[in-house]
């Protein structure tokens, strides 16, 4: 069952084909309600051909994202995946005092500068568009 949207607001292209779009409708059950339009979602619930239609020519152009942009995204992306690998494999070791003493003094080591290493991440020469990822200890 389809549903009609008559309204929308806020409207932004976010390609350079204007095929994409961030906006608000008017839902007749929920009212206002953020809306992601892609050309490629399968679900007709609402018909983003009728929406496109409804838009028209009124919406805010597209701006291509500045490098220092895109490096920012980069940046963060970069970082939670350093943030990811220390919660998911430092610290369930480290933070753990009785798995941490049975470590050898080698191995502790070895996990102490995996650690070092990804905390310096962001200080290698090429972040964050080019880095080497310290290996885990095994």
């Known amino acids: ?3 009609e949207i008559t309204n929308f607001r806020n409207a932004k ?3 350079s084909e204007s095929t994409m779009f961030e906006l608000e409708i008017e839902h007749p059950d929920h009212g206002w309600i953020p809306y992601f339009l892609h ?6 619930t609402i018909s983003n051909a009728d929406l496109i239609t409804l ?3 009124d ?6 994202p500045t490098q220092e942009e895109l490096d920012a995204a980069t940046e963060d992306a970069v970082r939670a995946k350093r943030n ?11 933070m753990n005092g009785l798995r941490w003493a049975e470590l050898t003094p080698e191995k502790q080591a070895e996990w102490t500068q995996y650690r070092t290493d990804l905390l310096n991440v962001p200080q290698q020469g090429g972040f964050p568009n080019s880095i080497t990822w310290p290996t885990e200890p095994s």
């Open 84 to 94: 990811f690998r220390l919660v998911e494999e430092v610290d369930p070791l480290v």
């Open 55 to 57: 838009i028209g020519s």
């Open 39 to 44: 050309p490629e979602d399968g679900d007709e």
């Open 1 to 3: 069952m389809s549903v």
């Open 13 to 15: 292209s976010l390609n």
């Open 59 to 64: 919406f805010t152009a597209y701006v291509a």
